[in-house]
């Protein structure tokens, strides 16, 4: 889990977790992105709190959300590794039903939930691999786009990416695709990754059976002058770059063994 300036939600995702962890060998590690509004104080009264299961690495400024990630992704011990955004909360018995839909099929490499707003509202976590034409329409339609879902029913199902709040993968998968791009400083690494998970022949699936409340925080759609906004428009010019499209998805899907079945769901 990041954390950045999180003082309204941390401890409710921390609480969260840990009434999910209750009773298990579980870690938890937080990277600190520098927070100046209190988040230290409440991550240090709850690591004395929970020694031996949270663990807190402090940094002095913010690094983006890929070397920041690597640095606890590279301590993890578990057989399974949750990806989470601090302003997340997990509702009782979420893990279990993505560890048991995980062993259920080996062929898929990373798992996440349904997620909510917290009025309720179905979130557009999961899409089609971004064009600029597709980043466009998210940036001034996304809750159109939004309210338009019928949620698919709750069959889960693959698809080209779903967003980093709130990932579940093997850890053997983590070993084989390796960590986050670090290049990318925001965003979208959360797309990059999923890329390179079908890359490396695993499926990037999405349970609509299972929720989790998501206090998005839009940075970067909240200032599109901020530097969180000039940082995912770069990140997305090296995304295109590095996977040599921009336009059209149509040659970056042969080079897959499975194709698309996101195309029509989120059109």
Same mark, same amino acid.
């Given at each position: 889990?990041?954390?950045?300036?999180?003082?309204?939600?941390?401890? =409710?995702?921390?609480? =969260?977790?840990?009434?999910?962890?209750?009773?298990?060998?579980?870690?938890?590690?937080?990277?600190?992105?520098?927070?100046?509004?209190?988040? &230290?104080?409440?991550?240090?009264?709850?690591?004395?709190?929970? *020694?031996?299961?949270? $663990? #807190?690495?402090?940094?002095?400024? $913010?690094?983006?959300?890929?070397? =920041?990630?690597?640095? *606890?992704?590279?301590?993890?011990?578990?057989?399974? &590794?949750?990806?989470?955004?601090?302003?997340?909360?997990?509702? /009782?018995?979420?893990? !279990?039903?993505?560890?048991?839909?995980?062993?259920?099929?080996?062929?898929?490499?990373?798992?996440? /939930?349904?997620?909510?707003?917290?009025?309720?509202?179905?979130?557009?976590?999961?899409? #089609?691999? /971004?064009?600029?034409?597709?980043?466009?329409?998210?940036?001034?339609?996304?809750?159109?786009?939004?309210?338009?879902?019928?949620?698919?029913?709750?069959?889960?199902?693959? #698809?080209?990416?779903?967003?980093?709040?709130?990932?579940?993968?093997?850890?053997?998968?983590?070993?084989?695709?390796?960590?986050?791009?670090?290049?990318?400083?925001?965003?979208?690494?959360?797309?990059?990754?999923?890329?390179?998970?079908?890359? *490396?022949?695993?499926? #990037?699936?999405?349970? /609509?059976?299972?929720?989790?409340?998501?206090?998005?925080?839009?940075?970067?759609?909240?200032?599109?002058?901020?530097?969180?906004?000039?940082?995912? *428009?770069?990140?997305?010019?090296?995304?295109?770059?590095?996977?040599?499209?921009?336009? =059209?998805?149509?040659?970056?899907?042969?080079?897959?063994?499975?194709?698309?079945?996101?195309?029509?769901?989120? !059109?």
């Amino acid at each position: 889990m990041l954390s950045w300036n999180s003082a309204r939600h941390i401890e =409710s995702c921390i609480r =969260s977790l840990l009434q999910e962890g209750a009773g298990h060998n579980d870690e938890m590690w937080v990277v600190d992105n520098g927070s100046t509004d209190g988040t &230290v104080a409440i991550l240090e009264r709850l690591a004395r709190e929970h *020694a031996g299961v949270l $663990n #807190v690495i402090y940094l002095s400024r $913010n690094v983006g959300t890929t070397v =920041s990630r690597n640095m *606890a992704l590279s301590q993890v011990r578990g057989a399974y &590794v949750a990806i989470i955004d601090s302003d997340v909360v997990v509702p /009782p018995g979420t893990f !279990a039903s993505l560890i048991a839909r995980l062993d259920a099929d080996s062929s898929c490499g990373l798992l996440a /939930p349904k997620l909510l707003y917290p009025s309720g509202q179905l979130q557009m976590s999961a899409d #089609v691999f /971004p064009t600029v034409a597709r980043k466009l329409r998210r940036l001034f339609l996304l809750r159109t786009m939004e309210r338009r879902l019928d949620g698919g029913g709750s069959r889960p199902r693959t #698809v080209d990416y779903v967003i980093s709040a709130f990932w579940v993968l093997r850890r053997d998968v983590l070993t084989t695709v390796g960590l986050l791009d670090e290049k990318i400083f925001y965003s979208p690494e959360d797309v990059d990754y999923c890329l390179r998970v079908w890359q *490396a022949g695993y499926k #990037v699936m999405y349970d /609509p059976a299972v929720h989790a409340i998501h206090c998005a925080q839009e940075i970067s759609r909240r200032s599109p002058l901020s530097f969180a906004a000039v940082s995912h *428009a770069a990140g997305l010019l090296y995304f295109f770059r590095k996977h040599g499209y921009a336009f =059209s998805t149509r040659r970056l899907y042969r080079r897959f063994k499975y194709s698309s079945s996101t195309a029509e769901r989120f !059109a």
